[in-house]
């Protein structure tokens, strides 16, 4: 008997090795029928070419993304899923950040439309007062009032910088109009500039051009400058959304979005919120590195907005100029004789010649047409339906300003969002990036210097990238200049370069 035990012992480990290379054959076979098909399916559906796609899984040999072991997916198709995945991304990130984009877009839009549109009406409305105010005296001189808007408009689109000079150049021509109407006569070019520089002395005008001029000044510079804002915010988010992802970013989307399917697991299990999170603050950390300068820009944007519709409303400026300009007129008007006797006095009684009586007397008789009118303020209608159409803008931006403050920092978590990456904020019976399970590493913090503690993403560099560094300087650069335009400063005009919406 114990003989008999001892021959029956070999039998017994060859059907146990029989049985178990028969149970290895089967799960490979399945293993790589059920994968190969699963991923065969994916590649129809992305137009990828099907010969690709071996027709059983093959052992890990290669330097594999989804790592080792069996695998449906070669190195070559690796690559081309690497590369849908970073196709993926762009499409995704230009949809997660499109409702920000848009946004700027159209307040820059909107806001730059009125206040060119507010320009217009106000020359319309000075033309028609004037014309009806001062007859064929307007418009034989007209052009010195059209020069001015000329100007207004120009230092508005930071095509001339200084518009205290041309408010000075306005009142002195308009001075040196006046003059020679109220005192007929040829007078030397030397008289007639020395009148103009002492214009200071001899306040024609009295108040007016001071007044105006800074008034002209600050609610100009604001609303150039906000505008010039909402440009650069559409500008850095269009631009910094269009950055295209570093290598260890798109191997980590690819790994993300297709090493189950490869590994024959499953393609409609979604990764874990946390692994895409972590590998959303990879991809994204060059831009989570604007995000401190970018909510000191919307926080200079919010006061000069503020500002902009009490003391620097640039509504109640521009529809005032020429109830403004015409009460100068008419103080020069009631100081004739002390203003030119004091222009004799300063620069000399340098009159040439007398022109004859006959037109001497039609340009007197025009003096009584500068005294027609006392303004009683403006009531053209036009002025409250562009005030409330400034203050609905203002606070429109306001709220648009206030929800994306947090933008960059937000920016992986709404990729998250999308129903293409996570499974709806799960950490649980999710793909992990390795199997379907729980996922429990720890989320890391936004930008560059967090990523060495990333677990999904092997960050070759953490230096701010050239484009990082140029939206950050021109995030400080137009911050600066909303703090001068809030505290009635010049400011200076910054020339951007759209990239397209």
């Known amino acids: 008997m114990v003989f008999s035990a001892s021959r029956t012992q070999p039998c017994t480990y060859g059907y146990l090795f ?41 052992p890990g040999e290669h330097k594999s993304t989804c790592g080792t072991g ?27 950040s499109f409702l920000v984009r848009d946004s700027y877009v159209s307040k820059s839009e909107k806001f730059d439309g009125y206040f060119l549109e507010l320009l217009d009406q106000s020359e319309s409305d000075f033309t028609k007062m004037f014309e009806h105010t001062y007859g064929d005296l307007y418009k034989d001189h007209k052009d010195i009032f059209s020069d001015l808007y000329v100007d207004l408009r120009q230092f508005y689109q930071g095509k001339i910088d200084d518009l205290e000079k041309a408010l000075d150049d306005f009142f002195g021509s308009l001075l040196l109009k006046m003059f020679t109407l109220l005192n007929p006569g040829v007078h030397s070019d030397e008289f007639m500039v020395c009148i103009t520089e002492n214009m200071d002395e001899l306040k024609p005008f009295g108040t007016i051009p001071e007044a105006l001029s800074t008034q002209m000044r600050r609610s100009l510079n ?45 393609s409609d299990v979604a990764p874990c919120d946390g692994l895409c999170t972590n590998i959303m603050k990879a991809c994204l950390a060059q831009q989570a590195e604007l995000q401190t300068e970018w909510t000191k820009f919307i926080e200079h944007m919010l006061k000069l907005g503020g500002r902009m519709g009490a003391s620097f409303n640039i509504e109640t400026v521009i529809d005032s100029i020429n109830v403004k300009i015409s009460e100068g007129i008419m103080n020069y008007q009631e100081n004739t004789q002390h203003v030119t006797e004091k222009s004799f006095e300063k620069c000399g009684h340098l009159v040439r010649k007398r022109r004859s009586s006959e037109p001497n007397k039609k340009k007197l008789d025009k003096k ?65 990036g390795i199997e379907i399970g729980n996922y429990d590493r720890p989320i890391v913090k936004s930008g560059l210097e967090f990523q060495g503690n990333n677990s999904e993403v092997d960050m070759v560099s953490r230096i701010r990238s050239p484009s990082t560094l140029e939206y950050k300087a021109l995030l400080k650069d137009i911050t600066a200049q909303l703090n001068h335009a809030y505290t009635g400063r010049n400011t200076k005009f910054i020339s951007l370069v759209p990239d397209g919406k």
């Open 70 to 96: 069996f695998s449906c997916c070669t190195a070559d198709m690796e690559y081309k899923l690497t590369e849908k995945a970073e196709d993926e991304f762009k499409a995704n990130l230009y949809e997660a």
């Open 368 to 432: 009584s047409d500068w005294s027609r009118y006392r303004p009683q303020g403006n009531n053209n209608p036009s002025s409250t339906a562009l005030g409330a159409t400034l203050n609905g803008y203002i606070a429109e931006s306001a709220e648009m300003l206030k929800n994306s403050i947090n933008f960059w920092a937000d920016l992986p978590y709404l990729m998250c969002n999308d129903d293409n990456y996570a499974a709806e904020a799960s950490n649980q019976n999710c793909w992990t």
């Open 222 to 266: 604001a609303a150039r400058t906000y505008v010039q804002g909402l440009d650069a915010a559409r500008d850095i988010v269009i631009k910094a959304t269009k950055e295209s992802p570093t290598q260890e970013c798109k191997s980590a989307l690819m790994k993300m979005d297709y090493c189950s399917s490869c590994k024959g697991i499953s």
């Open 18 to 58: 029989v049985i178990l290379t028969v149970f290895i054959h089967l799960i490979v076979t399945v293993q790589s029928d059920a994968g190969c098909d699963i991923i065969r399916n994916i590649y129809d559906r992305k137009g990828l070419n099907l010969k690709d796609v071996p027709t059983m899984a093959l």
